[in-house]
């Protein structure tokens, strides 16, 4: 049992739905950044994904792009990222806390002495937008064995006859991703979701989270009402790149937050 | 061709794509499918005659294939060694390489029943043969140019503009190649029914590398009779030589050569400034490591921290962070040799040819010619090199002239 799996039990049990909430470590600075992080659980976020700033984020749109080279050219770097984990960690042991990245800059510093960093400074699960399953042997094995999450992305161009593929190693929850394109792209409806979702849920326990494009708290309630649970990324992304003080960042995550709390 | 295909170089890539550890599908899962879809179809394709004999005569009568082999006899003498040959691909239509590889992905894009076709571009040159293509087709042709690029090429932006294709600035990154792949690919992803992403080079994720190398070998194919025809039957060049941008234009000449041990195989990188720990170069495999980009693993020019560095070069069509990853692959099985060029080499290199053979080189082949300077001295009279002669360098009269120190008025 990792802390996601803990936290998944947890809301099951009072009946919640999950908040997941994405930060960019780093942006636009480490204090700022580890402040928002800090207050995320108080703002009711359930998991916090943090993301591990890449040059060359071919996924993400311009929200999440600029969120990226702000923080390269604040100087962020992965031992900065690790240590902004440690640093969270040393006041809240029961948040998860999922990296999400691209592959390369972990093969740079090597699988093996990346996945015990990244468990001793307390990361509970990853996202690798670049691995798809057919590249498991890469990190995907190596990090579940060493018990590590690997959350996998559906997307709506995963058909009937390969979920399975994108389902079987897959641990921790599934991330579905809305609609194609990248990060910040236009919301989905709700109508359109949730066929979507009991699809994947007929072939898997795992709970069936969904992002990209969601804004608004009500957006939230709506989407986090017809899956397991919702993420916000680009939305929050932008407060902080629009210099808001941490606090109002909190409140704005709060307000979302209480969105998918209510489904 | 070796009867025993384990020591055959020709047999790559494998299932998964990969050419040793290089190569690869590194892309996110909504593009997973869409490329499967392509590798099927592909495999398809490459099996079926009539999808051929389409190829064959497109390249004859709208190309202007085969392009002649010749024997650069001014150029021989005043080096004094080596026996040079140069394979004009800068005389298909659109003035490079570039097309022989577009028109394959065009012509297998129409037949999965595609209308939108996107692609990136450094220099333009691959731009150009996108668009002239798509407008042979009736097809929409968007093209991702970064935007430092866009005002560095000019005349090949009004090109594409005048074909019809719709030339999109990159602004994300810093504006160049490697930027502009990413947005194509960000395309992609968003635009995933009707939308055909036609690379350029022979890289991206598999089967990218393997498909855009066979569309290329037309290359060497025609080198292999027509130096036959010119030398006496079973004739084979001793060395090949190529510049490497991602690669294309030199797997191209390279792969039909890759199982006879006699042929010297060198591809030669752009090396900037000079390939030092100032990193203003572009030589991947000479000054990168291994690493994960744009859905493949090969050598990158990364910091430390696994992220990836601008590269510098003269030539905008070299100016790319990676290689395509035969060619690393090729690299660390030593079957090829790769060397890098400075840029003032290729501009003396540029300006020689024009002197001596009455041929304008487009500034990535005169890297390839700077290096054939180099070793052709050296060698005996009967030693024949081939060096590809991949595009016209009409497009870089103004870099020329800048770097020159003449002000041409645009
Ligand atoms: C004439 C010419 N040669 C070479 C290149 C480099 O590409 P590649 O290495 O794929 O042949 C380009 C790219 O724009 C080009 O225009």
Redesign the pocket.
């Known amino acids: 049992m990792t802390r996601i799996d803990d936290t998944f039990a947890r809301l099951r049990q009072s009946g919640k739905k999950a908040f997941v909430s994405y930060i960019m470590a780093g942006d636009p600075d480490v204090p700022t950044a580890l402040a928002v992080m800090r207050g995320l659980p108080g703002a009711g976020v359930d998991i916090i994904e943090l993301g591990l700033p890449f040059t060359d984020p071919m996924a993400d749109g311009s929200t999440i792009q600029l969120a990226g080279q702000r923080a390269l050219e604040g100087g962020m770097t992965v031992d900065a990222t690790l240590q902004m984990v440690r640093d969270f960690r040393a006041g809240d042991q029961v948040t998860p806390i999922v990296l999400m990245g691209y592959y390369n800059p972990i093969y740079a510093r090597g699988v093996d002495l990346f996945l015990n960093q990244a468990i001793a400074a307390g990361i509970d699960g990853l996202i690798v937008v670049d691995l798809p399953p057919e590249e498991d042997a890469e990190l995907c094995i190596p990090a579940q064995a060493a018990g590590l999450n690997f959350i996998r992305l559906a997307t709506p161009t995963t058909d009937a006859k390969r979920l399975p593929t994108v389902l079987r190693n897959t641990s921790g929850f599934v991330y579905y991703v809305s609609v194609t394109g990248t990060t910040g792209a236009a919301a989905a409806q709700a109508g359109d979701v949730a066929p979507e979702v009991a699809r994947i849920k007929a072939s898997t326990d795992l709970p069936v989270i969904v992002g990209f494009g969601i804004n608004t708290p009500d957006q939230a309630r709506g989407i986090a009402s017809v899956a397991d649970g919702c993420v916000v990324g680009s939305a929050i992304v932008k407060e902080i790149g629009a210099g808001k003080p941490v606090a109002e960042v909190l409140a704005f995550v709060a307000s979302l937050a209480a969105g998918a709390h209510s489904a | 061709m070796p009867e025993d295909l384990i020591n055959s170089y020709m047999t790559g890539p494998d299932e998964q794509g990969r050419f040793g550890m290089f190569g690869g599908r590194f892309v996110s899962e909504t593009l997973m499918p869409l490329i499967l879809d392509l590798e099927e179809r592909y495999e398809f394709a490459k099996t079926d005659p009539t999808f051929w004999a389409e190829m064959d005569w497109l390249w004859k009568h709208y190309v202007g294939r085969p392009s002649p082999l010749y024997y650069a006899e001014r150029l021989t003498q005043h080096l004094g060694g080596a026996k040079i040959y140069m394979k004009r691909d800068e005389l298909n239509h659109t003035g490079?390489?570039?097309i022989n590889n577009v028109l394959g992905q065009i012509i297998l894009a129409r037949r999965m029943g595609k209308t939108r076709i996107i692609a990136e571009t450094?220099?333009g040159?691959?731009g150009v043969a996108t668009a002239t293509v798509c407008a042979k087709f009736g097809l929409q042709c968007v093209v991702y140019m970064g935007a430092h690029d866009v005002e560095r090429q000019a005349p090949n932006v009004f090109r594409m503009k005048l074909l019809g294709a719709e030339v999109i600035p990159v602004t994300s990154g810093r504006g160049t190649l490697k930027d502009a792949m990413n947005d194509a690919l960000r395309d992609w992803v968003t635009n995933v029914r009707d939308t055909f992403y036609c690379i350029g080079?022979?890289a991206g994720p598999h089967p990218y590398p393997a498909m855009v190398r066979d569309f290329q070998s037309i290359i060497g194919k025609e080198v292999r009779w027509q130096l036959a025809e010119q030398e006496g039957e079973g004739r084979l060049p001793d060395t090949v030589i190529a510049?490497?941008?991602?690669?294309?234009?030199?797997m191209g000449l390279f792969y039909p050569f890759l199982d006879d041990p006699s042929v010297g195989i060198i591809g030669v990188e752009a090396g900037g400034k000079g390939v030092d720990d100032r990193m203003q170069h572009c030589a991947s495999l000479t000054g990168g490591r291994p690493g994960v980009l744009h859905g493949n693993r090969t050598y990158l020019l990364q910091d430390l921290d696994g992220q990836i560095l601008e590269g510098f070069s003269i030539s905008a069509?070299?100016d790319y962070p990676g290689i395509g990853p035969e060619h690393a692959w090729l690299h660390d099985t030593k079957r090829a040799q790769y060397v890098s060029i400075t840029d003032a080499e290729a501009l003396e290199a540029f300006q020689l040819c024009c002197k001596l053979e009455g041929i304008i080189p487009?500034l990535?082949?005169a890297h390839a010619l700077a290096h054939v300077m180099k070793i052709a001295p050296g060698l005996p009279a009967d030693h024949i090199i081939v060096m590809n002669m991949?595009?016209r360098g009409d497009k870089d009269i103004f870099t020329v002239a800048k770097h020159l120190g003449q002000d041409m008025k645009v």
């Open positions: 490079a390489h570039k450094g220099a040159q691959h080079t022979v510049a490497i941008g991602g690669g294309s234009n030199a069509g070299l487009a990535e082949p991949c595009g």
